[in-house]
């Protein structure tokens, strides 16, 4: 569900028991189980804990907002959520690799619902016909977020049943880490410096020379509307918006604007 539908809800999850970690990633992730305080629905969720690896309430705030672009553009993802580690659940990671993270991020942190039965896609296995119409959206949606982590060492794309899911965006939105004389004035083009993160995206080259809907890509950055940033301004937490929020808003606003500049200036890179 899109977070503008009537009805959304963005899972507030309170952590009740803690189960493995995820020891393939730079930040550590954790399987939980947890209860939906909206609902009262327990499930398994993985938690992104706020002070490990690179994560920061800036990191957080990232997963949320390119979570919730995704969702309105039709994307599959994992679904978002916000999870709460309390102090009776760090107890419970006592004597545990995950203790010195839980206890370092009590509070809010955020994570998404558990998809079980998932492998990685790999840079040496080709992508089936389903898969590849899933790796061409998530690779109009990388160029369009600047997603600079999704690479052959480390895909962050898992796959089940034909379908692809991205996951890890806690460094997306590259430009909110560009020193000010350095950003991009005009959003919509493309720079040299641009292509050293883009020629690092794993399905760069697993889609060249395949067709894209360019058409559908100028639909879904309309969808990115002042009804979608008010619910998303809404449902971030206040604590891990900082500037960055508003720069996020306003950087991707500027390219939905020039849309169809931007659209020319990828074309080249794809085809």
């Given amino acids: 569900m899109k977070i503008t539908e009537p009805g959304y809800i963005l899972p507030l999850v309170q952590a009740l028991q803690p189960h493995e970690l995820l020891p393939d990633s730079a930040n550590t992730p954790q399987i939980i189980r947890g209860i939906v305080t909206q609902t009262g629905e327990k499930n398994d969720f993985v938690v992104k804990y706020i002070r490990s690896g690179r994560m920061s309430p800036e990191s957080a705030m990232n997963e949320l907002v390119a979570a919730f672009i995704a969702k309105e553009w039709g994307m599959p993802v994992p679904e978002p959520a916000i999870i709460t580690i309390t102090p009776e659940f760090v107890e419970l990671t006592k004597g545990t690799v995950a203790y010195s993270l839980a206890s370092k991020s009590i509070g809010l942190n955020v994570g998404s619902q558990l998809i079980t039965g998932v492998s990685i896609v790999s840079p040496s296995l080709p992508l089936n016909k389903s898969e590849k119409e899933f790796a061409k959206d998530i690779l109009l949606f990388d ?129």
């Fill in 143 to 271: 160029l369009f977020i600047q997603t600079s982590d999704r690479s052959t060492i480390k895909p962050n794309i898992l796959a089940i049943g034909g379908t692809l899911y991205p996951i890890d965006h806690e460094i997306s939105f590259g430009f909110t880490r560009e020193l000010p004389f350095l950003s991009n004035l005009e959003p919509w083009n493309i720079r040299p410096s641009d292509h050293k993160w883009i020629n690092c995206n794993i399905l760069v080259n697993m889609l060249k020379g395949e067709n894209f809907d360019f058409h559908k890509l100028s639909q879904n950055m309309g969808r990115l509307n002042d009804n979608f940033w008010d619910k998303a301004n809404e449902l971030v937490p206040d604590g891990w918006k900082g500037d960055k929020f508003l720069m996020i808003k306003d950087y991707l606003s500027a390219i939905i604007q020039h849309k169809n500049k931007f659209i020319e200036k990828i074309k080249p890179i794809l085809l």
